[in-house]
């Protein structure tokens, strides 16, 4: 099992330019979610989804777009990138009706100039 | 607004001592407790868990201990190891419910 995986690894983009960050997870879990990491702010929830079809909002959804068409995957859309979008990106997985434990993967660090 | 306040940000402690994170929250329909470890560079990985139901949990050199009356839970890690440097995070979240609330995060240091 490869586990959860996000690509890419780092990315720079400019004010205005959207892009599409990429999450995958080969563990057959229902729950998906983003969140993004800033120092002293831990980590923060943008979306979630609770299974194919079904997505709902986090606590900082403004400026990001998602969409769930296949239990696997769970891209994470950037409409008009911002400078205050610049952050650590960490997708994470879980097996609903499990121990509740999430897995992360390996976080995508975007810069916004 | 942080539904779960950690403390202290960071903290130093020498090979083999004690080291002690702090929790506390204020909602009291919080019903499962984790605790994130992440390395530089690498996503968070859960460290170990507790419920309400008891106060206190040991999984090797890791224990939490848990204050229901105080809404207050806090992570020891004893005979600290410079392979435990990294970064905690306390989490919560409520019944059914896969959402986590983290905490700020304290990035621990252990001098060899």
């Known amino acids: 099992n490869a586990g959860v995986t996000q690509t890419p690894k780092f990315q720079v983009l400019k004010t205005g330019q959207s892009m599409t960050l990429q999450c995958a997870q080969d563990?057959?879990?229902?729950?998906m979610s983003w969140y993004r990491q800033d120092p002293g702010m831990g980590l923060r929830l943008i979306h979630y989804s609770v299974g194919a079809g079904i997505t709902d909002q986090g606590e900082v959804p403004n400026g990001y777009n998602v969409s769930r068409s296949t239990t696997e995957d769970f891209p994470l859309r950037l409409l008009s990138a911002a400078p205050s979008q610049t952050s650590v990106y960490f997708c994470a997985s879980s097996y609903r009706g499990g121990t509740g434990e999430q897995y992360f993967g390996p976080g995508t660090r975007l810069t916004v100039t | 607004q942080q539904q779960v306040k950690q403390s202290p940000q960071s903290l130093i402690v020498q090979k083999g001592g004690i080291s002690i994170i702090n929790c506390a929250y204020e909602n009291t329909a919080f019903d499962y407790f984790p605790w994130y470890q992440q390395f530089p560079g690498k996503g968070p990985a859960l460290l170990i868990a507790i419920r309400p139901d008891v106060s206190e949990k040991k999984e090797g050199r890791f224990t939490i201990s848990f204050n229901k009356s105080a809404k207050q839970f806090s992570l020891h890690i004893m005979d600290s190891q410079p392979g435990d440097s990294a970064t905690y995070f306390c989490a919560a979240s409520l019944p059914g419910d896969y959402k986590l609330s983290f905490g700020a995060g304290t990035t621990v240091t252990v001098r060899a």
């Open positions: 563990m057959n879990h229902e729950y």
